[in-house]
């Protein structure tokens, strides 16, 4: 009769994250007050940065998309990864003020022979690029997440990555102005557990990250 495992150690979560966060890089310093008048806009956190960063030098996609530049802190995170092999990055930012400022950010860290800021629509942009991609990262209008998906997921070469951010936003206690947003997500994130070409996996990182993988 065999006997009964022992249990296993727990952490406490607050110290675990701080240990982590001590581990990871450094995140990208970004100037965050050229954009005068704008509302400071949500960016991935450093966890998540440094995660895209261990996919791009593990996956080496020669082009990525990201949806949401905001002021390039993820553009930056993304362009020093692919910068190492050679890799480009395009980045959609709808507001030009925001496209701008990323602009000096990207530039500030001389990255602009790989990242470029595209001032568009991110749902109209995307019908103009020429696939296939290697990763996308989802960090746009919420409200845009399921709309752009099927289209998002035809632009992915095969075992291309999707990285969806935010994607814990329903069970998140949002201010009133954004609550919409938690059932924006919720729809997306049942949209990639059901899509038959995803393969996804839910990570409890910043804001909540979602991998997903395109198979055949």
């Given amino acids: 009769m065999s006997s009964k495992p022992p249990d296993l150690p727990s952490w406490d979560t607050g110290s675990a994250l701080a ?3 001590a581990l990871s890089p450094e995140p990208p310093q970004l100037r965050i007050d ?45 362009g020093r990864a692919a910068a190492s092999y050679g890799g480009h990055v395009i ?3 709808s507001n030009a003020r925001l496209a701008d400022a990323a602009r000096q950010n990207v530039a500030a860290e001389s990255l602009e022979a790989t990242v470029r800021i595209e001032t568009a ?4 942009f995307i019908r103009n690029v020429k ?24 632009l ?3 075992n291309g990555l999707l990285v969806s951010d935010d994607v814990l936003f329903p069970v998140m206690q ?3 102005q954004v609550k919409h947003w938690a059932d924006a997500m919720d729809a997306y994130n049942h ?4 899509h038959r070409r995803l393969r996804t996996i839910w990570l409890p990182i910043g804001d909540g990250v979602a991998i997903s993988v395109k198979v055949e």
């Avoid at 629509?121 to 109209?124: E, I, K, L, T």
């Fill in 121 to 124: 629509d991110a749902s109209q």
């Fill in 191 to 194: 949209a990639l557990k059901n």
């Fill in 34 to 78: 050229n954009v005068p008048g704008e509302r400071l806009q949500p960016t991935i956190g450093a966890e998540a940065a440094s995660l895209l960063q261990v996919l791009i030098a593990a996956h080496r996609p020669k082009l990525v998309l990201e949806i949401g530049t905001s002021l390039g802190y993820s553009a930056i995170a993304i």
């Fill in 91 to 93: 980045s959609v930012e």
């Fill in 156 to 158: 992915l070469e095969p």
């Fill in 19 to 21: 240990y982590i966060h």
């Fill in 174 to 176: 949002l201010p009133p």
């Fill in 131 to 154: 696939g296939p991609l290697g990763l996308i990262l989802q960090d746009g209008g919420k409200e845009q997440y399921v709309p752009m998906l099927d289209g998002l997921v035809e």
